[in-house]
Structure formats: C-alpha cells, structure tokens
C-alpha cells in the first residue's frame, strides 16, 4: 500500500508511480504562503492530451479548468475534482487517469486562482459543479460515465454538487468531507472558532467570508440551500467515504455513507463504502495526537484504493471492488499494549455494526459513574462556575490548526469548572461501537450558556484520553433553526451528541466524562448573555448545575457490545 499525501490547504497529486490513489490529509502551514487566490496561475503549454480551459457558468463566470486526455480517439470515462487549492496541483492526477484511460477535469472553484466571481467558501459550489458536468457532457471525449474525486474541501465540493439533486454522477470518492456545512461550522449550535477563523484566514479567502459565516448562527435559507443531505433520496452515485476518529468531520464521514447508502436513489442505495481509521484529518497516519495505534497506516484490503474503485464504477472492471465490505473501521484499544484487546480492523455490513446495547452510565454526586441509576429522590445536583473570560483550554480532540488526537486530559481536569465522573477500575473489557451520547439535566442563572460532555480512556498510569465530546449551546436544545431561551434555576433536559467511536476498554482501565462549559480556542466561547452571536463584546459569569438525582439521572449512553466482540460477530 503506497500512501499518497494531500494537505488541504495545499493539495499535492502525487505520481502515478504509486498504485494506491489514497488521499491523506494533514494541514502543512508552512506552505500556505503560496495560496494566493489572485491572477492567473501559471499553466502548462497545450497539448493534444492536457488543455487549460474556461468552463462559463450560468451567471457568467469562468472557472478555470484544466482537462488531462489519453491517447486516441476516446471517448472516455471522466473524473471530476474541483477544488479551492489551486487546480495546477492537479497535473499528476491528470497524468495518472490518462495512462489508465480515464479523461481528467481539475477546476478552482469560483473566485479561487485563475477563476473569476467571489472569493467565498464553498459559494455556489452546487450549481457551479452542475454547471460543470452540464458541460462535460457535450464533450466529445466523453462516454457518458462520471466520476468525482476528492479530499476535505474536494470532498465537500463533491458533496455540494451531488446536493443539487439529479445529477448524472456515477461514482464518487470521499476523503474526510461533510454534507451539511452548517454542522461543520456551527456544531451543536457552537460556533468552531479556530478551525473556521484560521481556515477562511490561512486559505485567503475575502474579508467578508467570516463575516457572512458569523451572520447565520441558525441553520437557516443559508445553509440549506448548502446541505446535501436533503438530497439524499436524489444522489446515484456509488462511493468510498472515508474519515477518522478524531477527524474534524468524523460524524459527517458517517452520516454520508448512511445517507447514501439507506436513503439514495437505485445506483447510491447499497453500493457505498466507508472506512474509519483511528486518525485526525490527516487519514493513513502513524500516530494521532499522543498515541500511535497499531496497524493504523495499512487498512485491510483495497477499498482505499481509488483507482481500482473508479475502474470497476466507470468501467465495469471485475477487480472486486464490489465484494468489499460495505464497512471497515478500527477498534480502539491500548495503545501501547499489543496483547490487549482492540488494536485492530473489523469489519461490518452496515454502521453501527448490529448487537450493541444502548447502556447509560450515569453521574453520582461523588462524581462517581456506574450503570446504577441514583436512589434518591430528593434533588442533588454539582455546579460550578463559567467564565467566559477564562475558558477551559482546546487539549486534543476534533480540531484542525490546533494539536488534534487524543491527548492527556488530566492537565484541565483538576480546573473547578470541569466536573469529571469516573468509573471503577474494569475488572473486565467493555467494547464500545457506535454513536455516543449524553442526557443531561442542567440548569443555569444565564439565559443561555454552552455545555460539552467529553468521553476519555483512562490508563492504569493514570493518563486520561479524550475519545469522542459533543457540545451544544442550550438556546438551540429544540434544534438550530430556533431558539429557546433558559429558564434561570429551572431544570433543563438537554441531548448532546458526542459522535461516534469504537473501542475497547480494557481490563485495569477507567472510564470518565467531562462535563463543562468551554473549550476555546477551538470553539467560540458562549458570552451567557443571551444576545445575538457576536453583537457586542459584554459577558456574564454562568453558575450552572448538573443534577445527579434519580428524578433527574444525568447519563452517558455507550453503545455496548455484551460479549466479547470476537463471539458476537467476528
């Protein structure tokens, strides 16, 4: 398996030497200084077999667009990358799908390098894409087959022309992306400061970008007409979703492949892959955050392969494509114990895997966690102070220009704004495999405050690592196209989801939860105001309670397996 690398602020096409067409990604800062997104970039001279071309859309803009040719008279299947990171990264792609007989478009997205329009994220990224594929379709070198190809920002821009419903795509390959951006940018209703403001930043998007993003807090018109998910039931295309456990799309990786794969049209529905590897935005690497998982760079099988799954989807090659397994994904476990339980790949028909039992775990008033729901009756409850000028620090997680991964928490969990439950050492291994989450009963002296639940693996050293966290702001706790104000002192219900993960406990390990209030700078810090997002810089301190009371049983839910995962499905 030969890894090929993309930074998603700088992609690189790496040479078609190589067989595996797998796409990494990992943010190299250092070499952004080249992103400028003004002028024309420099381009090869034509030849017969690579032409650098403006594709008119339907406003009249030109995307710049260049189309790599095999040899002889074609026609061929095409493959389709747009991307925001400068199409001239595209010329070992085009050279690979040429020697493979496969016709390829690289296009800057609209306002980016040598295109014209806006200089905005993601803007018309739908109809510019349609636009695009209208176009190919006149082509003469094209055999009426259509691939797209991507990671990150490429993936999302696969996801926003498959969004726009109907369109004639057959196959897609994507690689850490999301469908609804508004759950990227706004997730749980927290705005997520340093991944936006420094992306949009680094990246060199216009002035205006952030603020258009700050003005729609709600899931609103925006960000509609930007979820591809609505149009799930639309999408033909057979795909390969892949993404990580501490990918900053790590749920949006999954929730792809289910909407695709459950909800699409006839070509879409039962024919998707999805592989979730114990990585952060950068997918194949060693070592994520302060742990190297064993097995991590080398997946089981080919279905990262993309060239082999174009060529059976484009092609109707026989190369077994098709008899994958519809899921792969990576078992957590002790990182530095190889004779430990988890550690390796299994795979699935379907995600979750079937056969896990949703167990609460709940929180005691000793700051204690056990499956024992609390006895009394009577009201009891853990509070602490929020301050939104001296937030709990960003340490690990889904983060993107700060350190990611799993990192030892211990250094914020002695802070007395961060209330930590902890179970028992296990006497026995309990695997946990599917979507966490969280049932609070809180209540606050703000009308609004933000609260975060974060699920950690506890060493016998005594290292805590944070696996999964979930995060929501509680004016949005009826959903993000509303608000609902707190009622001071009232006891407040509030679902929180953490994402997903998969992992074994083992045997002298802890589980713990974080509850809290901030995570900054990795997302933004809730003012407890009340007032619009950003309209002022007033903040208010927060006392906020967590109720540990059988009237009100805050919990965490673990998708637990109940037999040892090699007796219950191998």
């Known amino acids: 398996m030969n890894p090929r690398w993309i930074f998603p602020l700088q992609p690189l096409f790496l040479s078609a030497s190589r067989s595996s067409f797998l796409v990494a990604c990992h943010l190299c800062v250092t070499a952004i200084t080249v992103l400028a997104p003004t002028g024309r970039a420099a381009t090869t001279p034509d030849t017969p077999q690579h032409r650098s071309i403006s594709v008119t859309t339907r406003d009249g803009v030109q995307l710049a667009t260049d189309v790599y040719l095999p040899d002889g008279l074609g026609p061929f299947p095409v493959i389709l990358a747009r991307t925001p990171y400068n199409k001239e990264s595209g010329a070992s792609l085009g050279r690979d799908g040429r020697r493979r007989g496969f ?41 009426g087959r259509i691939g797209t190809w991507g990671g990150s920002a490429g993936a999302i821009t696969q996801f926003q022309l498959a969004g726009v419903g109907n369109q004639p795509i057959d196959s897609q390959f994507l690689v850490v992306g999301a469908p609804n951006l508004h759950e990227v940018v706004y997730t749980g209703g927290v705005f997520r400061k340093s991944l936006v403001e420094d992306w949009i930043r680094i990246t060199r998007f216009e002035t205006n970008a952030l603020p258009i993003w700050v003005s729609h807090p709600l899931y609103d018109d925006y960000w509609k007409a930007r979820d591809a998910s609505k149009a799930y039931p639309h999408i033909r295309a057979a795909g390969v979703h892949i993404g990580g456990w501490w990918d900053i799309f790590a749920q949006s990786t999954i929730d792809g492949f289910v909407g695709y794969q459950t909800q699409g049209a006839a070509r879409a529905k039962g024919r998707q892959k999805l ?6 935005h950068g997918v194949l690497a060693e070592k994520a955050g302060q742990l190297a998982f064993p097995g991590a760079k080398n997946p089981p099988g080919d279905t990262e392969d993309a060239w082999r799954w174009f060529e059976h989807t484009l092609k109707d090659l026989a190369n077994g494509a098709d008899q994958d397994p519809a899921v792969r994904y990576y078992v957590l476990g002790d990182a530095e114990n190889p004779n430990g339980p988890g550690n390796q790949w299994r795979t699935s028909d379907s995600w979750p895997p079937p056969g896990s039992q949703s167990t609460p775990f709940f929180f005691h008033a000793d700051k204690s966690l056990s499956t024992t729901r609390p006895a009394s009756n009577e009201p009891q409850n853990l509070t602490y102070t929020y301050h939104p000028t001296n937030p709990v620090p960003t340490l690990g997680g889904i983060q993107l220009t700060l350190p990611a991964g799993p990192m030892d928490q211990r250094p914020i969990e002695e802070r007395h704004d961060v209330l930590v439950f902890r179970s028992p050492a296990l006497d026995d291994p309990i695997e946990v495999t599917g979507r966490v989450r969280a049932r609070l009963w809180i209540a606050s002296d703000a009308p609004d405050t933000d609260f975060f639940v974060r699920l950690c693996d506890v060493y016998p050293d005594g290292r805590s690592f944070n696996l999964c966290e979930g995060m929501l702001r ?49 997302f933004d810090p809730n003012p407890n105001t009340g007032a619009p997002f950003r309209s002022g810089p007033e903040t208010r301190a927060a006392n906020n309670r967590v109720f540990t009371d059988a009237r009100h049983p805050s919990h965490i839910i673990l998708p637990v397996f109940p037999q040892p995962k090699s007796a219950a499905h191998p």
């Open 474 to 522: 509680t004016r949005f706790r009826d959903g993000v196209d509303r608000e609902h104000f707190l009622e001071p002192g009232k006891p407040t219900p509030l679902d929180i989801d953490l994402w997903s993960t998969s992992i074994v406990f083992n045997r002298g390990h802890r589980i713990r939860v974080h509850v809290t209030s901030s995570s900054s700078p990795g």
């Open 103 to 143: 016709a390829v478009v690289v296009q800057d997205t609209r306002g980016r390098f040598a295109s014209s329009g806006e200089n905005l994220p993601f803007h018309l990224d739908g109809p510019d894409g349609a636009d695009t594929v209208a176009w190919i379709r006149l082509q003469p070198w094209f055999n």
């Open 275 to 280: 592989i979730m590897g114990p990585w952060t």
